[in-house]
Nanobody, 117 residues
């Protein structure tokens, strides 16, 4: 079992920055990839960024050059540095872990990010 807890959400003005963190506990060795997802009001949950255990990372086109995903070597924490934020980035952001011990991914409960002037 893997437990994920997001933190760092809040209110930021357009053009501002925010850093989200995900605390990871449990059977960390079972994780082979971690991701950030987000869900805006009236929209479906969408993938934002991901990092593989081997170290490679990927981003959706709309956040490339603005967001940076990172993790500590032991996978105890995953971060998402978000810069140049716009109103379209307003959403609940979720931490996700793909595990090899279950057909179900591990999910955090989410942290709200609001970009508003």
């Amino acid at each position: 079992q893997v437990q994920l807890v997001e933190s760092g959400g809040g209110l930021v003005q357009p053009g501002g920055s925010l850093k989200l963190s995900c605390a990871v506990s449990g059977n960390i060795d079972s994780i082979y990839a971690m991701n950030w997802y987000r869900q805006a009001p009236t929209k479906e949950r969408e993938w934002v960024a991901g990092v593989q255990r081997g170290g490679s990372s990927m981003y959706r086109d709309s956040v490339k050059g603005r967001f940076t995903i990172s993790r500590d070597p032991a996978w105890n924490r995953m971060d998402l540095q978000m810069n140049s934020l716009t109103s379209e980035d307003t959403a609940i952001y979720y931490c996700n872990a793909e595990v090899k011990t279950s057909y179900l991914d591990a999910w955090g409960r989410g942290t709200l990010v609001t970009i508003s002037s």
